[in-house]
Each structure stands twice: as C-alpha cells, then as structure tokens.
C-alpha cells in the first residue's frame, strides 16, 4: 500500500522531539500507517477510537496514547465534537541520549509492550501536575525567548521522567480495556516475535487454526494491511533497527527471515528509499 511506504519515508524525524497542539473542527480521514519515532498524544477532546496493532481504544479526555516506533496506527474520528490534542513526535535517539544505566526514558514504551495496552490513564492530580508540563512546553515551543531549546528540553525531559514515574508506581495506569479480535492480536504478537520464522500463509493458517481466506481477510480487517506486507515491513523495520545498533546488513537480513540478500536489499530499497548499506 502506497500511503504505508510514503508515511515511512517522511516519517523521519530530524528534530530530537517535536511538540504539536492540534484542533480539527472537521473528522478527517487517516491511512493505517507509522513512523520511524515514538509518539505520544495526550488526548484533549473528540469523538476517537485509536487503532494500534489490531487494538482500538476508544479515548477519553487526558488520556496519554503511547505509539512505539514501527507501530501500525489510526484514529477514527466521530462528528460531535473537536477533536483536539497535543502531539509529541520523540526520536529514538534522543531517549538513548539522555537515558541513564538504571534509567531509561524509554520506559513508558517498553511498558506499554509488556502491559499490552497503548493508553494510560493517571489519576485526576497526576494528570493535573504533568498536564502543566505540557502547557509550558507548549508555550516554550511557540514563544522566542532566551534558550528556548534548552528550556524546552528540559520540560520535555521533566514531562517524559514524571510519565515514567507513574508507570513504575502503578501498573494499573495502563488501561486494559480495547476491542479488539483476540485471534488477530494472538498473530500479531506471534509475527513481531518470530520474524526469522516461516511466517507462510499457511503455517500461519494450521498455528491459529483458521482458514487462510477468513485469516487473510480478517487480519485485513484489523489492520489495514495484508499479512504479506505487514510481515513484509515488519522484517525490514526490525532489521533497519539492527543495522543502526551496529549490526551488518546481510546478518541484519538473516535474521530478520529473509532468504536471501538480494530480495532483503530490494524490498529494503522500495520501502524506505534507501540501500541497507547507506545505514551500516
């Protein structure tokens, strides 16, 4: 699918983090896609049930939506109300940069994987203290004052330190309640762990013992995405990630379940508009 490969191309981010504060008076309608960077949404005001990997979660206001990077995801707005929300895009490079040994920013993202639920939901006098963090990041984005970038810095590092400080307190911030297909988030979870695997249609099929034609058209369903391209970008994202810890290109591929370098190179090539190599 075409807008899945373009969203990736332009989803680099060249800043370390950037913050929008957005307002739709009219629903808008989006492509399941993802990016190259984490994202967070604190969640504001709106008629939105927000699909991430075969999940929908439907958002109530200040609710805080956490996107890895790589994750596939699309909000579905309703007519009602504004759908108003503030918007962090955060490199990857940027928590590693200011993570610490027994203290990795990266925390919350980590977490939303092992609880299995993208939204969290703090409490009314939690929320309030992080929510004043967002206001006077946002305000620091906008204004041209005196160390502008370090002072947005430092709030933003202030806002994502408290977030991760709420996880660890609790886990039952990480709200567990999504509509989803028990059977199609069962595969989703299998693929992103077994990537080196044979992940053909039809051990895919005897694994989960559904038909292939009902197994192909429901994952379609819920993601947007046919098992072959999801498995497909799936294998190439993982790979690009371990090319940029330091990993060769061809080990890269094999253990990310390509038979061979050449079609790993192509694919890798037409999705991200550049060689393996140009990453070693």
């Known amino acids: 699918m075409e807008e899945h490969r373009d ?48 999940k929908a979660y439907k958002l109530e206001p200040y609710d805080i939506l956490l996107v890895g990077r790589g994750q596939i995801h699309k909000p579905f707005i309703g007519t009602e109300e504004n759908y108003e929300r503030y918007v962090f895009y955060i490199s990857e490079e940027f928590l590693k940069e200011h993570s610490e040994r027994e203290s990795d920013l990266a925390l919350c993202f980590q977490m939303a994987l092992k609880e299995d639920s993208s939204v969290i939901r703090l409490s009314p006098s939690d929320s309030g203290l992080l929510f004043e963090t967002v206001k006077l990041l946002d305000r620091s984005v906008r204004e041209k004052a005196y160390a502008k970038e370090m002072y947005s810095r430092i709030l933003f590092l202030k806002l994502i330190i408290e977030l991760n400080r709420c996880c660890l307190q609790s886990r039952e911030v990480f709200h567990k309640t999504a509509r989803y297909d028990k059977k199609i988030v069962e595969m989703i979870h299998y693929i992103n762990d077994h990537l080196s695997d044979d992940l053909s249609i039809e051990n895919l099929s005897a694994r989960f013992y559904l038909s292939k034609y ?33 990993m060769s290109a061809s080990t890269a591929c094999m253990e990310c379940g390509f038979k061979d370098y050449s079609t790993f190179s192509r694919a890798y090539k037409k999705l991200l508009n550049r060689l393996p190599s140009d990453d070693n």
């Open 7 to 54: 969203s990736v191309k332009s989803g680099y981010l060249l800043e370390k983090f950037r913050l929008f504060h957005l307002k739709d008076n009219r629903p808008k309608e989006y492509e399941y896609h993802y990016h190259d960077f984490h994202k967070l949404i604190w969640f504001i005001s709106g008629n939105v049930e927000y699909h991430v990997e075969g």
């Open 214 to 246: 009902h197994m192909m058209r429901k994952f379609k369903e819920e993601t947007g995405y046919s098992m072959h391209q999801y498995i497909l970008e799936k294998r190439i994202l993982a790979a690009r990630n371990r090319i940029l810890s330091g």
